[in-house]
C-alpha cells in the first residue's frame, strides 16, 4: 500500500486532469488543424473582401478599413496581406496571388 495520504492522491489526480483534459477538448474541437467556425473561403472571396476593406470604391485607401484590419490580424499579417490585395488589383488577373493562413503564395506553391 502506498504511503501517500488519499488527500494528495486526488490533488495530483486533479492537477493532471485539469492539465490534460484542456488539451484534449482543444484538440477534439481543432480538428483538421482549423477552428471548428472557420469557413472554407475561396482565394477569389478573401482578396474581394480585403480589396474592399484596404481601398475604397474610387480606388483611395479605405482608412478605416484599413485600421480595423490591422486591429484584428496584426502587423505581419496586414502587411502579407495588404501585398496581396496591392498585386491582385495590379496584375489584372483575379486571384493570380492567393492568400494561405494568413500567408501570401503563389497558386501552385
Known amino acids: 500500500m502506498s504511503d501517500e495520504h488519499i488527500l494528495e492522491k486526488a490533488a495530483?489526480?486533479?492537477?493532471?486532469?485539469?492539465?490534460?483534459?484542456p488539451k484534449k477538448v482543444a484538440e477534439e474541437i481543432m480538428q483538421g488543424g482549423r477552428s471548428p467556425f472557420?469557413?472554407?473561403?475561396?482565394?477569389q472571396e478573401k482578396l474581394a473582401y480585403?480589396?474592399?476593406?484596404?481601398?475604397?470604391?474610387?480606388g483611395t485607401p479605405n482608412v478605416?478599413?484599413?485600421?480595423?484590419?490591422?486591429d484584428r490580424i496584426g502587423p505581419q499579417q496586414f502587411n502579407q496581406v495588404l501585398l496581396a490585395?496591392?498585386?491582385?488589383?495590379?496584375?489584372?488577373?483575379p486571384g493570380r496571388q492567393v492568400l494561405r493562413g494568413g500567408r501570401v503564395a503563389r497558386r501552385g506553391a
Not at 12 to 21: P, Q, S
Open 38 to 43: 472557420a469557413a472554407d473561403v475561396p482565394e
Open 50 to 58: 480585403y480589396n474592399d476593406r484596404f481601398f475604397n470604391p474610387d
Open 64 to 70: 478605416v478599413g484599413r485600421q480595423e484590419e490591422y
Open 12 to 21: 495530483k489526480e486533479i492537477a493532471t486532469w485539469l492539465d490534460e483534459m
Open 85 to 93: 490585395v496591392t498585386k491582385y488589383r495590379m496584375s489584372g488577373t
